[in-house]
């Protein structure tokens, strides 16, 4: 309490101070105002944002960002990155880069009702050995309808931010993250010392009401509105501009940490106490059961409360408490095994199908998707379901004309979930999967369930083909991203793949954005691609069911680009790791005409593809490689590269099987790991040895 009021004190103190005419003052008086101001905002900051109890006006606050501006305008060399005025700012982002989890984010097991939670309560005790009448601790939270990020933050100072992507890596957002109020830029100190390093996990989402309110404004504007709050924050965090995402109201709730250095928990608990010490929103309510009855309870009333929250919600997230017990139920590929989500009853609703169309995706997969007569579930206006493939459309016998009970799975898409066969009068049709490529007309395969257009030119295709041909781990064209992709299809300059060789300045300067130096930047990002490893090539063309794992097993087995196109079925099923599906999906794509075209067309544009020699001796050969830290001499995704070039394997955790851990810059828990194991630490320089530069 008397904190509180030594801060409004000082407020006071400040504010009558700014009354005066600003004057030009010493260097050492502004870096020493400038630490006040700041320390004074963040604090009014996490009061307004995070406790929701402010103790200032708007128009004092306003005040204090004022003087805070007028005195780095003076002296710029104080300005910091961490500092309230560089929330906003930042310039415009061509695209997003990536950063990697040092412990992956892994996704969480559904419970779809109390039983499934009974039965998760179960498995916990006998993975632990524990007989099954005992009471395990557990922390119970709600699950967030939101877009899960990762904030860094080293010596309590923020630095970056990473979206959960695929769960190893994330989109870097540090820009569009830094904008959200209730992030903050330093970490308040307490009773426990600030971590050289902790990375603080949340969901970013938005209010009921703020969605809403977003909508409206949109909607005014003409601009194409969001389907739910939850993609709303979702395209609100992924906005390429910082500013746009600064207008939209976003809210970080933390609920978890990844890597921490100097600072040891022994529950979840606990870590969500400190979390909350340091500034940040948690989860609430939130409870501590003492059983799983205890969360059963819990799971009931949040269920119930539901509606009544400012947020929306899909479950409640159930956690071991005690943290020496998760590394001993370890995980799968795909989840932890001591944590669960319990998600809530979906909201269903019953309408009638007009009509279906297909549509066509990056990879040529064709969903079809059912027209509704629009109906509210779960406060959204539903028109169009997913009815995903021919056989959930053969399980369900839906037709075209049924009345049919529609929810939103996860409450965000919308999902046919059963027939309602009675009410039929005999005028219903049957929904037929399409021979031709809706789009292009190209033929069409069968793959499972999926029906595949294999036309590596179809236009739906194109875009985001382009985009993904010219990813870093793909092609690598530095500068070609989602919104010149889209410039170069929609002008006509880029017809097929194989188009992008044949562009010149002239062609470039034609689209938006683009002048002489921007243009020859791009030509030669695109002539620098012409030689190109085979598994990258094999991963960037688009095969359908290769993705960057299959293309490494092919280019490591064939080792040269014609041996794969002019191989056959047999000899792709004996391929250990090539299922008969991936298998027919190779074959066909090397059998169409237009691929063989588009694919000879780059080849007569100087294309080299490089042919994988066999490596008779290196020091990685047939040996397992971990990096930990930052490399300053290359990425990452490079020093991966090198080391399976070399007949290595790159490894994203540590075990007893790893023969060497590459240690880089601020070295994460891998390296606390391999230490415990005896495993050969090298820095980077040994490593840059090793590899003979």
């Excluded at 050995?129 to 395990?136: Q, R």
């Excluded at 992924?238 to 940490?257: S, Y």
């Excluded at 002008?491 to 062609?507: I, S």
């Excluded at 790991?673 to 050969?680: E, T």
Aim: glycine residues 6%; proline residues 4%; contains cysteine.
């Amino acid at each position: 309490m008397s904190e509180a009021l030594d801060k409004i004190k000082l407020s006071a103190y400040i504010l009558y101070n700014r009354g005066k005419t600003m004057k030009k003052i010493s260097k050492e008086e502004a870096k020493k105002r400038i630490e006040e101001l700041r320390e004074e905002i963040n604090y009014h900051n996490y009061r307004y944002y995070v406790l929701d109890q402010p103790v200032i006006s708007d128009a004092e606050y306003d005040d204090l960002m004022r003087e805070l501006k007028e005195l780095e305008e003076m002296y710029p060399e104080f300005i910091t990155p961490d500092s309230p005025t560089q929330r906003v700012g930042a310039p415009p982002q061509e695209e997003f880069g990536t950063i990697i989890h040092e412990i992956p984010m892994l996704s969480l097991q559904d419970a779809r009702n109390e039983d499934e939670l009974r039965e998760f309560d179960r498995r916990v005790k006998r993975v632990l050995g524990l007989p099954l009448t005992t009471n395990i601790q557990y922390t119970a939270e709600p699950k967030f309808d939101g877009l899960s990020c990762e904030l860094t933050y080293e010596n309590g100072i923020y630095k970056t931010a990473a979206t959960r992507g695929d769960g190893v890596r994330g989109e870097d957002v540090t820009l569009n993250a830094r904008t959200i109020r209730s992030v903050p830029m330093r970490l308040i100190k307490g009773e426990n010392p600030i971590p050289l390093r902790v990375q603080i996990r949340g969901e970013v989402i938005m209010k009921k009401s703020d969605f809403e309110k977003l909508n409206q404004e949109l909607a005014k504007r003409g601009e194409k509105t969001f389907a739910n709050p939850r993609n709303a924050a979702s395209g609100s965090l992924r906005q390429l501009d910082p500013k746009i995402t600064a207008e939209r109201k976003l809210d970080f709730i933390a609920w978890g940490i990844g890597v921490v250095e100097g600072l040891e928990f022994k529950t979840q608990w606990e870590i969500l106490n400190q979390i909350e010490k340091w500034g940040f929103k948690v989860s609430k309510p939130r409870k501590l059961c003492e059983n799983i009855e205890e969360v059963v309870k819990f799971y009931r009333e949040m269920e119930e409360k539901r509606d009544s929250l400012e947020y929306e919600l899909d479950g409640i997230v159930v956690k071991v408490n005690d943290l020496s017990l998760w590394n001993k139920l370890g995980t799968t590929a795909r989840s932890p095994r001591y944590a669960i989500a319990g998600k809530f009853k979906p909201r269903q609703k019953t309408t009638v199908i007009k009509d279906v169309v297909f549509q066509v995706g990056r990879t040529g997969t064709i969903t079809p998707v059912a027209i509704l007569e629009p109906v509210e579930v779960g406060g959204v206006i539903v028109s169009r379901a997913t009815l995903h493939n021919f056989d959930e459309i053969k399980r369900l016998d839906v037709k075209i004309g049924d009345k049919v009970v529609v929810q939103r799975a996860g409450d965000v898409i919308p999902d046919i979930v059963q027939v309602i066969k009675d009410v039929r009068t005999g005028k219903e049709r049957d929904i037929s999967p399409p021979s031709t490529c809706p789009v292009c007309g190209a033929k069409v395969v069968k793959e499972g369930a999926y029906y595949k257009c294999i036309n590596i030119s179809c236009p739906a295709k194109l875009k985001a083909h382009l985009k993904h041909f010219a990813q870093r781990r793909a092609m690598d064209i530095e500068g070609l991203g989602e919104k010149v992709a889209i410039q170069l299809v929609d002008k006509g300059l880029v017809k097929d793949l194989a188009d992008l060789y044949y562009l010149t300045k002239e062609d470039l300067l034609k689209l938006d954005g683009f002048a002489d130096k921007s243009a020859e930047n791009l030509l030669n990002e695109i002539h620098k691609s012409k030689k190109i490893p085979l598994h990258r090539f094999l991963y960037a063309i688009g095969i359908p069911n290769v993705g960057e794992y299959t293309a490494k097993l092919l280019a490591d087995y064939f080792k040269s680009f014609d041996k794969l196109k002019n191989t056959n079925l047999n000899e792709l099923i004996n391929i250990e790791g090539i299922g008969p599906e991936t298998a027919q999906s190779i074959v066909e794509f090397f059998r169409n005409q237009e691929n063989l075209r588009v694919l000879d067309k780059m080849f007569k544009a100087g294309l080299e593809v490089e042919e994988i020699k066999e490596i008779k001796e290196s020091p990685f050969k047939g040996k397992t490689v971990v990096f930990t830290g930052a490399l300053k001499s290359m990425s990452r995704d490079e020093a991966k590269e090198i080391v399976e070039s070399l007949g290595g394997k790159v490894s994203n955790s540590v075990s007893r099987k790893t023969d060497f851990v590459v240690v880089g810059e601020n070295p994460g828990s891998k390296y606390q790991k391999a230490q415990q194991l005896g495993i050969k630490m090298i820095d980077e320089e040994e490593f840059l040895k090793m590899i003979g530069r």
